[in-house]
C-alpha cells in the first residue's frame, strides 16, 4: 500500500505548497556551505511513524541530507527519546524541517492513538481487532493507514474498489429496508460480482441479522449498538461470517466492546480524530 511512488509524490506536493518558489528565509540568511546536525526528539511518549517521508523529505530537497538512527515504524519511545538524527547542509535541512516534522507528527499521533485502542483490547483477552475506516486526509489515506498498522491496528478496506460495502443509504436507495426484502437484494448483487469479491452489510437493528446472513454475506457490520445487543448479534451470527461494530466507540468503551466477541472493532477516530504527537527537531 505505501509504495515509494506514493510517498515521493506525496513529499512533493508537500514541498511544493510549503516552498513554491524558494525558501526566502534560508536564501537570505544561510550560507551554502553551512552544515548543521540536529535530532528528531520526542517531547511526549508515543509510537512512531513515518520513517520514510522523514527520509523522503530531506531528500527531495537536497539528497545530501544524511538521516542515522532513524527508529522503525511501530516503535514505542519515552518523552526525550531521539528518533532520527539528520546532518548535512543547513540550507536543506531548515528548508525540509517543517515538512518532514507535519509528516512523522501526525503519522505518529495516529499511531499512538491506535496504539491505546489496541491495548484496551489486549487488556481484555479478547480476539477482536481494531481496524481504520476510510474517514482520512484526502490525499494521506496510505500514509494514516500504514500509521494505523504501525500503531498495532488492521486496515479495513483500502477504497471503494476493494469490496462490496452496503450502507444504510445503499439499502435505503434499493429500497431493502424492510427485513424480508434484505435476503433478495444482497442476493441480487452477489449475483453481479465475482466470487473472491467480499460483500459485508451494515444493520442497525437485532431483527436486520438474520435475513443479511442468511444471503451468505463475508461480514456484517453492527452499527450503533450497544454493548447488550452486541452480544446478543454475535449469538445470531453464531460464526457465519465476520462481526464488526462500529459508531462512536471511544476508548472509554471500547475494552466492552471487546468482550461481546465481535470480530473487528472499526474506528474512525483513530486517523480523523488523532491529534498530532509533539516531535522536535533540535539542534545537536
Partial sequence: MLTSKLVTDVVERALTEDCPWGDATVSASIPADLDFQANLVAREPGFFAGGAVLVETFHQVDPRIDITNLVPDGTAFSRGSVLASVAGPAAGIL???R???NFVQRLSGIATLTSLFASQIAATGAHARIADTRKTTPGLRALEKHAVTAG???NHRFGLSDAIMLKDNHLAALGATANSALTDAIQRVKAQVGHTTSIIVEVDQLAQIEPVVAAGVTGILLDNFSVQ???SGVEIVNSRCTTEASGGIDLDGVADIATTGVDIISV???THGANALDLGLDAS
Fill in 99 to 101: 515538512v518532514a516534522l
Fill in 268 to 270: 474512525g477516530a483513530i
Fill in 95 to 97: 528548508t525540509g524541517e
Fill in 152 to 154: 498495532g491496528g488492521i
Fill in 229 to 231: 445487543e452486541l452480544r
